[in-house]
C-alpha cells in the first residue's frame, strides 16, 4: 500500500511539472516572450512585432503584438528582481496609436535601464516604441517611417475630430521629442513631406538617417545592444 501511494505521488507530481511545463510553451507561442519561461533572466527581453493591436482586435491573418499581453509582461519585469534590464526588439508597421503610446510610456517609466533596437522596421506608432528606451540602436537597413496622424472612413464633426487628432499628434510629437535628440521643427518637418510615400505624406529614414536626424541613438544589432545594456545594468 505505501509503494502505491509513493507512485501515485510521484505520478501527480510528474503530470503537474508536465502541465507547468506546457503552460510555459504556450504562453512563449501566445505572447512571444521567452520572459515567461525563463523568469530570472537578468536581462529581459520584449519582443514588438507586427501591428500594435489596441481596443480593436485584428483579423487572426495579421501578425500583432497585443497590449493587454506587453502591459502586464512590463509590470511584471520591474517588479522581478533578478531582472536587471530590458531589451526591445522592434519590427512593427505602427497600429493603434493609443495602445502603442501607452506602452511607450510604460517603457519610458521603468526603473531598470532598457535598449531598443529596430532590426526590420520601426513605422508610425513604432517611432515612439523605438525612442521610449533609454537608448536606442537600429540595424543598417532596417527602416523607420514618421508621419502624422491618419484615419480612414466616414467622419462626423470634422472640425473636433480634426482637433482631437491634432492633441494626439502633440502627444505623439511631445514623447518623440522628450525621448530622443530630434529636434521638433525637424519632426515635424518629416512628417510633412510629400515627395517620399507614395500616396501620403511623411518620410522613409534608413539606419544611419535616423541617427543623424537625431531619432535613433546609434547604427548596430543585438551584439551592440547587448553590451549598451549590460553598461547600462553596471552602471
Known sequence: MDKYILNSDNTEKEEKEKSEAQDKIENVKELGNTALATPNKKI???SIIGQI???????PQTKATKYEHIIPQLIDIE????????LIVLNTVGGDVEAG???SEMIRSMSKPTVSVVIGGGHSIGV????SADFSFITPSATMIVHPVRMNGFVIGVAQTFEYFKKMQERINEFIVRTSNIEQDNLEKFMLQTNDLLNDVGTMLIGKQAVECGLIDEVGGIKEALEKLNELIEK
Open 44 to 46: 529581459q527581453v520584449l
Open 101 to 103: 503610446l501607452a506602452i
Open 128 to 131: 515612439p516604441l523605438a525612442t
Open 79 to 86: 517588479q522581478n528582481e533578478d531582472a536587471k534590464g530590458l
Open 53 to 59: 493591436e489596441g481596443h480593436s482586435v485584428l483579423p
